[in-house]
Nanobody, 125 residues
Framework: QVQLVESGGGLAQPGGSLRLSCAAS????????MSWARQAPGKGLEWVSS????????YYADSVKGRFTISRDNAKNTLYLQMNSLKPEDTALYIC??????????????????WGQGTQVTVSS
């Protein structure tokens, strides 16, 4: 069965960095676009970033553009999110999602069919 397992979250200081990983199994990882979303306490799910199946195109929410970098290693079936210059408002549960196509992009939940349990990121001094 499809599994998406996130890791790498934790506590970071403002201005610091974290690298999230999402280990995928149960499907042909290299055939599907992948995305990161996040949910802050008391708020709805926010799309963060997407990457095409072959890694050729990447997309970012304005709130993270220039600070976060999405990437993937299809040989390792793993999705990454490098987060730099972290801000307190980046505090959230970060969730990895599998797109329904090779180029699924954006925040519509209907475009994703599987997602992980999430990894918590807390940015605080």
């Amino acid at each position: 069965q499809v599994q998406l397992v996130e890791s790498g979250g934790g506590l970071a200081q403002p201005g610091g960095s974290l690298r999230l990983s999402c280990a995928a199994s149960g499907f042909t990882f290299s055939s599907y676009a992948m995305s990161w979303a996040r949910q802050a306490p008391g708020k709805g799910l926010e799309w963060v970033s997407s990457i095409y199946s072959d890694g050729s195109d990447t997309y970012y929410a304005d709130s993270v553009k220039g600070r976060f970098t999405i990437s993937r290693d299809n040989a390792k079936n793993t999705l990454y999110l490098q987060m730099n210059s972290l801000k307190p408002e980046d505090t959230a549960l970060y969730i990895c999602r599998k797109g329904k196509t090779f180029r699924t992009v954006g925040g519509s939940s209907r475009d994703y069919d599987y997602w992980g349990q999430g990894t918590q990121v807390t940015v605080s001094s």
